[in-house]
């Protein structure tokens, strides 16, 4: 079911990848170029079984052990702007 309920997305607004692995299948959210252009995210994850590929902008970045590494302030890198594409 892709409206499948997801109780703690409200908290995943900041780092999109957090969001992203919520959603998915057994919460497997594969980030590409995790290092570059941090403003933005890029990746792949399956829904239902069928593999998409995602890309959303990112405002808070954390670490494994969940402590916040960087904000930004919203806007689009030119790094940022070259990954998305």
């Known amino acids: 079911d892709l409206n499948r309920v997801c109780d703690d997305i ?3 607004t900041g780092d999109t990848a957090i969001a992203l692995s919520r959603i998915a299948d057994n919460g497997e959210f594969f980030e590409t170029k995790a290092a570059y252009g941090q403003d ?3 990746g792949f994850l399956r829904l239902n079984g069928a593999t998409v590929g995602a890309v959303a902008n990112r405002s808070e970045s954390y ?3 969940g402590n ?3 904000v930004s302030d919203g806007t689009l890198s ?3 702007a070259r990954k998305a594409a």
Do not use: F, H, Q, Y
Request: proline residues 0%; hydrophobic residues 25%.
């Open 68 to 70: 916040k590494t960087e």
């Open 78 to 80: 030119s790094r940022g």
């Open 10 to 12: 409200a908290g995943c």
């Open 40 to 42: 933005i995210v890029t």
């Open 63 to 65: 670490d494994a052990d």
